[in-house]
């Protein structure tokens, strides 16, 4: 990793023409999904582990547009 590497991922990045909606629509999405777990899925670790990788996934994937774009 070299020095403009780790500055894009301790950077705050203001978000850009299209971004905000798309955070919105990604977040949303993974809202959906983490409902149906906990309607679907009885209450415990598993179920909590589900909504925190749900939770990863939202964030990675706004991160990829944040820093790549």
Sequence with gaps: MDENELENRFTYHDPKDGQAQR???????GKAFAEIILTLCPPSREQSLAITAIEEAVMWGNASIARRE
């Excluded at 955070?23 to 999405?29: H, K, N, P, T």
């Design 23 to 29: 955070f919105e629509e990604i977040r949303g999405m």
